[in-house]
C-alpha cells in the first residue's frame, strides 16, 4: 500500500531526527558534567533539575533508546514489507508520547524554564504519535504488506 | 523410458531449479537485510562518534572565547585562599544557577587542597531570568558584613532546590542567617539597605562589560577558563599554573588569610 509506505518513511525520518537530539543530549550529558547557566538558554535548569534522571539513567538516554527501538522497527518493516511492525512501531510510540507530555508539563509549570531541545524532543514524539495512529487506522484494512514490490 | 518417466524426470529438474532460484532468492534477501542493518549500525555509530567528537573538542559557550580580565584582586572582593599567591582564580557567579551550585564543592575542595598557592576570587553575576539570583547575593554581601560571606554563599549553594522554586525567598534566607548566628536586626536592614542592592547592580554592569554570557564564568590569572568536567580536570588547570608561575614569581607564601 503506497499510503502506509509513505506513513512509515515519515515516521522513519522523524524517529531519525528524534534519535539525533536525543543523542545530542545524552553525550552533552556524559561529556560535559554540567551545561553553564546562559542568558540565552533555559537548558542548564531544564537538564540538572531533579527530573532529568530517573534512577540516576538521563531521560535524554532513554529517550534516545526509546527513538532508536522505533527506528529499527520501522526499519523492519520497511525492508520486509511487513506491515505488523509498523503497528507495533506505532503502539510503542504512546510511550514516548506520554513521557514527552509529561516532561513539557514539567518544564511549563514545575521547573519554569523551557529547554528547546527537550521541546523539540517533545514535537517529533507527538508527531510520531500520529502518524503512527494513522498507520494503524489506514492497515486496519488493508493487508499486511507495505512495500510495493515483491509480496502481493 | 516411457513418456510417464520423461515427464517425471522433467519435473524433478524443473523443482529442482524452482528450489535453486527460490534459495537464490532468500539468500539474495538475508544478503539485502544484512547489507541495511550493517550500513545503519555504521551509520548511526559514526553520528553518535562525530557528536562525541565534536562536543568534546568545539563546543565552547559562545562568544566567550576573547574575554579577559584584569589579574588582580579588588579591595572589595570576597577572597578564600591565600590573597598574596601568583595564581588567581576568579569566578563570576550566580547563586541560583544550578551549575554554579555543581562546581561550588569543587571550588571549596580546590581551595582547601591548593589554597596556600591560589586565590579564589568569587564575583557577582546574577542572570536574569532567575529570579532570587540578586536577593541571594544580596543576603550573601549582608552577612558578609558581619564576617560570614562564603559561610552564606555556601548555606545558599547547598540548599539551592529547596529554595529554587519557591515564590518568596526572605524567610529562607533569614533562617540561614539565624543558623549562622548573625544579628538578625541588622542582618534585615542589610538585605534592605541601597548599598548593597546597588553593590550587586554595578558587579552586573561590570560582567556585562567584561562580556560575560554564562555562569559560572572562571578566568585563571585573568584568561577565561573553560569550564572543567571535573574536579581532576579543574585540580589539573590549576596544579599546572601554579607550577608555571613558581620558577618565575617566588612570591613568599604567606598562611592562608581570608577575607571575612
Not at chain 1, 43 to 54: A, K, P, R
Not at chain 1, 129 to 149: D, H, L, Q, R
Not at chain 2, 186 to 195: C, G, M, W, Y
Amino acid at each position: 500500500m503506497k499510503k502506509i509506505r509513505v506513513l512509515s518513511i515519515t515516521f522513519l525520518i522523524l524517529s531519525f531526527v528524534g534519535f539525533l537530539d536525543a543523542a545530542f543530549l545524552t553525550v552533552e550529558h556524559f561529556l560535559k558534567a554540567i551545561p553553564p547557566c546562559a542568558i540565552v538558554s533555559g537548558c542548564s535548569t531544564v537538564l540538572t533539575s531533579q527530573w532529568s534522571t530517573v534512577f540516576g539513567i538521563p531521560v535524554s538516554l532513554l529517550g534516545a533508546i526509546d527513538y532508536l527501538i522505533l527506528f529499527g522497527l520501522t526499519v523492519a518493516a520497511l525492508s520486509t514489507g511487513n506491515v505488523k511492525l509498523q503497528r507495533l512501531a506505532a503502539k510503542v510510540s504512546v510511550v514516548g508520547f506520554l513521557a514527552s507530555a509529561w516532561l513539557v508539563y514539567l518544564q511549563f509549570f514545575v521547573i519554569h524554564e523551557i529547554c528547546l531541545y527537550c521541546m523539540v524532543s517533545a514535537i517529533i514524539s507527538t508527531a510520531i504519535f500520529a502518524v503512527g495512529i494513522s498507520c494503524i487506522i489506514m492497515s486496519k484494512n488493508t493487508a499486511a504488506v507495505i512495500s510495493p514490490e515483491e509480496q502481493g | 523410458m516411457n513418456t510417464q518417466e520423461i515427464y517425471n524426470q522433467e519435473k524433478l529438474a524443473r523443482e529442482q531449479e524452482h528450489m535453486t532460484r527460490e534459495r537464490k532468492a532468500k539468500t539474495k534477501a538475508v544478503g539485502r537485510q544484512v547489507a541495511i542493518w550493517g550500513s545503519i549500525v555504521i551509520v548511526l555509530g559514526l553520528i553518535v562518534w562525530g557528536m562525541v567528537f565534536l562536543v568534546a573538542h568545539y563546543e565552547s559557550p559562545s562568544n566567550a572565547a576573547a574575554i579577559s580580565i584584569e589579574n588582580s584582586i579588588a579591595a572589595d572582593d570576597w577572597v578564600r585562599g591565600n590573597r598574596d599567591a601568583s595564581v588567581i582564580l576568579t569566578e563570576y557567579s550566580d547563586l541560583q544557577c544550578p551549575a554554579c551550585g555543581y562546581y561550588s564543592p569543587i571550588v571549596n575542595e580546590l581551595v582547601d587542597e591548593l589554597g596556600d598557592n591560589m586565590a579564589f576570587v568569587y564575583r557577582h553575576f546574577p542572570l536574569p531570568m532567575h529570579v532570587h539570583a540578586k536577593e541571594m547575593a544580596v543576603a550573601a554581601e549582608a552577612a558578609g558584613k558581619q564576617g560570614k560571606f562564603f559561610e552564606m554563599h555556601d548555606i545558599i549553594f547547598n540548599t539551592q532546590n529547596e529554595w529554587s522554586n519557591k515564590s518568596n525567598v526572605r524567610e529562607t534566607v533569614m533562617e540561614f542567617a539565624k543558623t549562622l548566628g548573625l544579628n538578625l536586626a541588622t542582618f534585615e536592614k542589610d538585605l534592605d539597605s541601597k548599598e548593597l542592592a546597588e553593590k550587586i547592580n554595578a558587579a552586573v554592569t561590570e560582567g556585562n562589560r567584561i562580556g560575560i554570557s554564562y555562569t559560572p564564568s572562571f578566568f585563571l590569572n585573568g584568561e577565561l577558563l573553560p569550564n572543567p568536567a571535573s574536579y581532576e580536570a579543574f585540580k589539573a588547570e590549576i596544579v599546572e599554573k601554579i607550577a608555571a608561575t613558581k620558577g618565575v614569581n617566588q612570591s613568599s607564601a604567606s598562611s592562608s588569610n581570608e577575607k571575612n
